[in-house]
């Protein structure tokens, strides 16, 4: 498919799609999120040679948020060896929400069910190498800059709003230290947690982490093996499994990209190479952000869902 | 009953349950209740007439821990009056533990099911009054002073221990936070709660306190009205309902006295006057206090309950 | 108090709280219950030489729906024995549903909660004697026939609609077969404990049980013990812990009459004799039945328990 | 890869996992199950054209059990559209156990979480075509034998044991039904379910059903589509997401193969065709059916489950 042909699909679907921001509305638990243009749908695609396509809002940038959580597992796996990661937290969905801590009280199981809920986003961010709160932050700000090779900001606003307002994730965290599920302080677990969320991304730095997720592991723009193909593998499994938080499944149904959620509303997706049909655009597989403020009752964009689901309906892109 | 006689099967029923203390365990989260000698059993009683009938080891001071919560319950209703305590706890019981968050996840109740679980006496303990922590247990501690006729101290060792393991409550009181259903700052909440838990008492001075609570908050020693008799009421309810963790109905059932535990092996017991057959021990009420540090899976001394109960079944003591 | 005195208040009181029936509605799952005049409001007291004190719509029969579960306790403990139930059934207050399946899921208790929760009264039901549904069922108003003197019917209609609509029930009894908590039949379970569910019911024999509950299985009309103290004493602590679904808390604090409530909008109630000042009625105990169709979130009589919480008031019935 | 090759490779690996069948025991609630010999491990892969690879107790047959979850879904969806179904039914994977009446009574969901827990298999089974039990099941078993050429048989002895000890699904389905998600009769709607659970399959059988849904619906053997692409991917989604009970994440992360369990040992699975280098077996896809009656505490074949992993690692079948 020619790049003008892709270009004019995408900036047809977005005007599609704008329409379902009514569908949803900004997080409200801080001012940073809420008092965002609700209106707002961008995306951006990065193919396996770093070209990219955009339509919509497409230069915005905003805070990580719960996509943080795919980033640092990511990260900790790479750091320390998935055997010592998965030791820590299982990888199992969850039909309960992303902070509960009713499983926890009912199983009392010996880990948090997977990293992409806050219990175990927590646990994840708590081990990542580094004596301190600031080391931890380095060492995960330096492997994400690895990756999209330029630097990047902490939104001091966001952070400062969420660690005030932080009582339900405090909760958690401080029944996961009663737990001995949390070896690190609570409060320092919780302070890089937070950073983590609080750090600011463009869509194309998010494309390009899609990109080499969906390319196991390995960025084919700079032709090197960021992380290994294991850790991507199960990057991708959670993704699907628990990447949407409630309507992880509905989404691997309908859409089938890897993906994964964030309540400032963005979602990051890999799409893998596929043996495809040639008229099909993207059959050596890209990285996608979306970005629209407007979440829906689960958390996830309402608007840049059904970008995705239209996208993966036309160029064929579920995995499944 | 004569005295003597009084003493005489009192020395006999301690002796007769102190075998029970095999039953249980002192609690083991913080040193200095682990610490405890396990096999004490000791008895205070005392009358209308301010006379002390005491067996076993009656000289121990120990830490009030949930003891706390029916007096800090008291002295809020009489600071503020009794409207103003139950529109923010409510006086239901629950079948799960002290320390559940699964009630308020699943109900998400407008306020804490009752005063004697953790989530309520924290509640409770934050409205007292007083601007700052110090004051609210000024307050506090001048109330129950008052009560007894002397000064009690703090033990500092617990407080310390506490507050360093209360991860548990954390959770809780930060999850109360979220839930708006706590107005003051956390961690200043979680100090007045757990400062109130690691109040010294001897059993004379527990007993007093029962002997006031169980005459309506009438001190007939002193003569004269320490709290009205409606708080005293609800307090007896919230005794029998819920005073014994999660065998409180059992409790009322076998015993049947209004009674609160705490997990230093300490009972508070409040034996209302009643119309007795003459020949039966104190007919016009007295106030108990038992412990006895090795305590069951409930969180109840075992050796204390069961010396209740034989208390109980002998001089008809049961309010049912 | 003059016999006078007495009607003229209880007259009067019911007019006071008439408009109560306002903040309730006739259960609405079965026909029978549902077409009840909303409007109604009737009392009766019996006391211990068996005059009744009747006010308002004092001659309707009702189905004893609930109030049936304290009767089958109390029938089933004097068949076979305290021990014999005790083992079988707990007696502790539970805050989650009278119908919930959660806390067996959540905890896999040994036994149901208490007789008053469907779980326990279907196990109760179950254990009556008798090796046919026909046999436990005739057993069982035999002896209730006895305590009031004269023959019972059953209301066949409820009885139908009951066992058509049981679905909630069918669950949580075969979830008690599963879990080895029911010996007999699930079907044969449910068969008795429908039936006793559908006993019709007049004001005057409810409030001759409720004096001989309140006597401690004693009837001091015809003189004879009816079933032991022991039973009643065990009796009356759940009708205060359990005996009002979710709200026996707060009836135990406001009214403190040990009571049961049915969802036909009737309420048993025993008050014992009291160490009263002789210018109280009722100084020797009676048993008071109220009965108002339309009952409140929690499923007892609104009109009903803001008149016994007045009555409660005035005549001083607390026993707290 | 040449046939001998593959041949001698699963011949290797049978015995390699033989002994992972210590790991597990047969399910013990029906002496039909409980009876098998425990050190049992068999394999059938079927490819595109047909061709069988065995190793193992091969020849066995067994009862579907839960198996029969993802036939049943794909015929209903087959027969009714799949609009009919997911509004009837949702695809999210729930953390709780697959019989679990939990997250009903907490969420009050409108549909139940997935056709693969119990709850929804029931109703899935409720609603497939016919007017009576036995049509249901004549419909259903003519889907099955025109995806497998040859007709099939109902394990009579299996399906009266698991009728009479149906208890735990008899309180599911009568749950569902007080919440109107079931609209059969619940006793009709026990009765086809279970008659699911009781059909006899063999491997050969069973492969083919897995190579059916590998390929989209479409049967490369006969060359016709038997069911939709889309009803396919949906159920690859639900085999990934929800498959293998409580442990289908860390299967995903570890076999990435779309699979189906059952308490009776089986497993069914279904290997996509890959962009795979040439040199690995079944480039084109197959069906996989694995049978070794021990299972795990998650209720999956223990030894089966390893088979897989160790299969799936060697010819790189993950779909991540």
Redesign the interface.
Known sequence: MRSEEVYEKLKQWVEDNRSHTMLGAPAQYIPALANQDRDQLGICIMDIDGDTYKAGESDVTFTLQSISKIISFVALCHFKGLDFV?DKV???????SFN????F???RPGKP??PLINAGAITVASMLPGDTVSEKYERFILFVEGMIGHSLELDQEVYESEWKTA??N??????L??SNLLDLD?EEALDIYIRLCAICISLEDLAKIGLVIAHDGYDPIEERQIFSHDVA??A???M???GMY?????F??HV?I?AKSGVSGGILASVP???HSPEKAFRKGCGIAVFSPAIDANGNSAAGTMLLRQISEEWDF???
């Open positions: 998965l299982d990888v199992e969905p969850t039909g309960e509960s801590i009713i499983p009280e009912i199983h069910f997977n009582h339900r405090r909760a958690l965290a401080y029944y230290k009663e609570v593998r199960i991708k499994v959670l699907v499994t628990c409630n309507s992880s499944g509905k691997a149904a089938g890897p190479p596929k043996w579920s995995i499944f």
